[in-house]
């Protein structure tokens, strides 16, 4: 079965800076759409940012100009660069994967998610 693994969690400082990594591991069918997405203590999951196959991007305006998704095809691989960190940027970050499977002559898409990985920003 597919599966996401994330990575690069931690404690870091306002300001400072972090990378979040993704690895998508036994997967036999195309890579489509990605993203990350967090979640905040009592609050519900919200998209950070996506990320094409071609390498589109869009972004929530909250992260504009200080995060970056930037992606490998060859090694199934997705990060996250976070820079000039805020204490609400705190959560569990999630990695999304969506795969198109074809099955006689049709395709249809289904949606993988990781476990997530804890970034908390404090002094």
């Known amino acids: 079965q597919v599966q996401l693994v994330e990575s690069g969690g931690g404690l870091v400082q306002p300001g400072g800076s972090l990378r979040l990594s993704c690895t998508v591991s036994r997967s036999i069918f195309e890579i489509n759409d990605m993203g990350w997405y967090r979640q905040a203590p009592g609050k519900e999951r919200e998209l950070v940012g996506h990320?094409?196959?071609?390498?589109?991007?869009n972004y929530a305006d909250s992260v504009k100009g200080r995060f970056t998704l930037s992606r490998d095809n060859a090694k199934n691989t997705l990060d996250l660069h976070m820079n000039s960190l805020k204490p609400e940027d705190t959560g569990v970050y999630y990695c999304?994967?969506?795969?198109?499977?074809?099955?006689?002559?049709?395709?249809?898409?289904?949606?993988?998610w990781g476990q997530g990985t804890l970034v908390t920003v404090s002094s």
């Open positions: 999304n994967a969506v795969l198109k499977i074809v099955v006689t002559g049709n395709y249809r898409f289904r949606e993988v």
């Open positions: 990320i094409t196959s071609i390498g589109t991007t």
